[in-house]
């Protein structure tokens, strides 16, 4: 296993990821199975990697007030509470429907990063119902596939009419609950390789710092958006290409 490879890998994916606070793991857990990493060893792997750099990047949010925590809270304790029902599922589901579950999970986030174009937020909309089944959603396949769940919970977000600068910050701090949550399942079952961890770990905080930094303050949300949409795309088709 080449340690420093997978570093780099870790550090570049970080900063773009963290740019939209989606966590990334979404393309970090697939590029580790193409390396020949364990898929069973690769999700926690994604996951310790969105913890520490969703933290980072949520202290960064906090440090310069870009964070509502209430905004996100409903969604924070669903998602935080389903990750671990997710990551303990994906013992007994086999690997190929694992990836075809997580194709059309990626192929769902690029399509809404891209595409959509978000609308006016409805005054009477249900924070808490809303904020319940999307943290619900994204947090049982963030932990089967070792992904946080951010892919889903930004898009959705976004389609219901929030800005996508706040939607980017609330989930960081929620993926970071849910990706630490399915983490330490995943550590209780046993599936982890410490070596690995340790060499990921700096280059994972940095990175969500970098890109929390960039995101507020180098780009635009339209542009993040579509930069991370194209991104998972390909991660898809390379993806569709393994299950075929």
Known sequence: MNYPELALISLILSIVFSIGGVGSAIAIVPTMTWLGVPLMTAKPTGLFINTLSMLSATLKN??????????????????????PVGAYAGKFIPKVYVLWVFLGFLLYSGTMMIFFKPRRR????????????????????????????????????????????????????????????????????GALDWMLLLWVSIPAIAGGWIGTHLMHFKMSSDDVKKVIGVIIYLIALKTLANVL
């Not at 310069?64 to 990750?83: E, N, S």
């Not at 005054?123 to 596939?145: C, M, P, Q, R, Y």
């Not at 009419?161 to 995943?186: D, I, M, N, Q």
Request: net charge positive; proline share 4%; charged share 10%.
């Open 62 to 83: 906090l440090k310069h007030g870009k964070l509502d925590h209430r905004f996100g809270l409903p969604i924070l304790l669903v998602a935080t509470a389903m990750a």
């Open 122 to 189: 409805p005054k009477d909309g249900n924070h808490i119902v809303e904020g319940s089944i999307i943290g619900g959603i994204a947090g049982f396949l963030g932990g089967l596939l070792g992904v946080g769940g951010g892919g889903i919970i930004s898009p959705a977000l976004i389609m219901l009419g929030y800005e996508p600068k706040k939607v980017a910050s609330t989930t960081a701090l929620v993926v970071f609950f849910s990706s630490l949550s399915g983490f330490l399942t995943y550590w209780g079952m």
